[in-house]
Structure formats: structure tokens, C-alpha cells
């Protein structure tokens, strides 16, 4: 019993020792860390009531900075298309998300089939009016022909008629139109041929009218004086008279002279007071 009791005290001895050991090598390591927690704690003071000169003497060093090291940021530019990660993520494509979402259509925006645009195309053809048309496309020039009647002289001095055919446009007095060419004559291919008009030079029409076949004309006083006479005066109104005669409106011609009814034309004596047709040459 006794050498169990010295063997315990012993163990516990050691244990002490080591113990303190320990303490005496952290505080040999850790001094100067501990006795400066030690004086900004006031501990001797607080303990034993004063401080040790070497505990107020000791320099209290501030914790070492870590040190770093400067360096420099460089920003490179990414293009629009370059997505940078660093740690990428792989995630797990859902079919159901991956489905489009159903679009509604509103009546109003949904497309026409091909049959309702063919439908709508023919509406708008339809619906164009004549005057569009015409702008889109001119109009074709009418024309009509004047059928005028001039004289021919042969070598031998036979007086004869010639009738001529010009392409005109159309116009509304067709009758007024053919006499007016008719008194200026004939063109310069039908002067080639060697017709000519015996209708004196200057006459005019001032007035026409049509009633029950009858062409009432009133000329100007230049038609009362023919430089050939009265073959000529003669000749001048077979001209008018088969002229007008051309349309079938016009049966006859009455002359009548700066608006006068006369008898007789001129100082030939060539007779003008009754209607004349074509019987009357």
C-alpha cells in the first residue's frame, strides 16, 4: 500500500513539473506578447497593486502590416459576342421549358390564304374607277377622214374634180373642219399632182347651219370675185357643194353672202338664189 501511494504522488509530481514546463517555455516564447497584454490590462496593478519597472519599461511593438505587393488592373476589352466564365455552369435543358409558347393570333392578324388574297385582288380591280384607268394609260387618239373635193386641169385645158382623203383627228364640227381645210387649199403633196382650188383667196366662213338636209352658208365678200370668171365661180361652188355633201346630213347647200340672200353671184351672173346639190354641175 505504501509504495502504490509513493507511486502515485510520484506520477502526480511529474505531471506538475511538466505542467509548468510548458507554462515556462510559451511565456520564454510568447514574453513579450504577455507581459504586453499584461500591462494594457493593468493586471499587477489590480493583482499586487503596482506595476514592475521592467513590465512599464517594456515597448509595446504594433502587429507587423502584412506587406502587399502593388500591381496593376488590366481591363481587356470583350467583344459583344464573348461571354467570359469562370466557373461555367451546366444546366439541364428542360423539353417541356424548350417548347414554344403557343401564340394567339388575333382575327385581324391573321395572314389571308392564298384564295382571300386572290378574292381581295380581284375587289381592288373592281373597284377602280374609269378615270384611274385613263390615267394609268393614255387614251388612243381618234381620227377620222376628211374627204374634200379639188380641181384638176388637164393639157388640154378640161376642167375635172378630184376628191382628196386626209387623216384628221376628230373633232366636233366635222362639216365646219372639212370646209376650213377646204379653203386653205391643197397640201403641198396634192399640189404635186396638180390639184388646185378655184375658190377666190381670202373667203371665209362666218356662220353655218344644217336644217332638213339644207347647209345654210354665209361667206365672206372675197367669194363674190373670181379671177377665172364665171367657170370659175361655177367650179368654186361645185368645190363647197359635193364637200358638204360628203356627210349624209347634207343634201343640199344655200350660199348666202355677208349674211345676205342674193340671186345672182357676182357680175358673172352665176345663179345662188335657190339651194344647190350635186345635180346642179
Do not use: H
Amino acid at each position: 500500500m505504501g509504495d502504490k501511494k509513493k507511486k502515485k504522488s510520484g506520477l502526480f509530481l511529474s505531471c506538475w513539473l511538466l505542467a509548468i514546463l510548458v507554462i515556462v517555455i510559451i511565456f520564454l516564447v510568447k514574453q513579450d506578447e504577455i507581459l504586453a497584454n499584461l500591462k494594457q490590462t493593468n493586471f499587477f496593478e489590480r493583482v499586487f497593486g503596482s506595476t514592475p519597472e521592467f513590465v512599464q519599461n517594456l515597448e509595446t511593438k504594433p502587429a507587423p502590416e502584412k506587406e502587399t505587393t502593388p500591381f496593376e488592373i488590366i481591363v481587356k476589352p470583350v467583344k459583344e459576342t464573348e461571354t467570359r466564365t469562370d466557373n461555367p455552369v451546366i444546366e439541364k435543358k428542360d423539353p417541356e421549358k424548350e417548347k414554344p409558347a403557343a401564340v394567339t393570333v388575333s382575327p385581324s392578324e391573321e395572314k389571308p390564304k392564298p384564295a382571300e388574297q386572290t378574292k381581295n385582288v380581284q375587289e381592288t380591280v373592281k373597284t377602280e374607277t374609269p378615270a384611274e384607268k385613263a390615267a394609268e394609260k393614255p387614251a388612243p387618239v381618234q381620227t377620222s377622214t376628211a374627204k374634200l373635193y379639188f380641181i384638176y386641169i388637164d393639157g388640154n385645158g378640161k376642167i375635172s374634180r378630184k376628191l382628196v382623203e386626209r387623216k384628221i383627228v376628230k373633232n366636233d364640227s366635222p362639216l365646219t373642219n372639212n370646209l376650213a381645210l377646204l379653203f386653205a387649199g391643197p397640201d403641198q403633196s396634192e399640189k404635186k399632182k396638180g390639184y388646185q382650188s378655184l375658190i377666190p383667196e381670202g373667203t371665209k366662213l362666218k356662220g353655218i347651219s344644217i336644217k332638213d338636209g339644207v347647209a345654210t352658208l354665209n361667206l365672206s365678200e372675197e367669194f363674190e370675185y373670181n379671177m377665172y370668171g364665171a367657170e370659175g365661180q361655177q367650179n368654186s361652188l361645185a368645190q363647197i357643194v359635193y364637200t358638204a355633201t360628203e356627210f349624209s346630213t347634207v343634201k343640199s347647200v344655200r350660199f348666202l353672202i355677208e349674211g345676205e340672200k342674193k340671186d345672182y353671184l357676182g357680175s358673172e351672173g352665176v345663179w345662188i338664189g335657190s339651194a344647190l346639190s350635186r345635180g346642179s354641175f
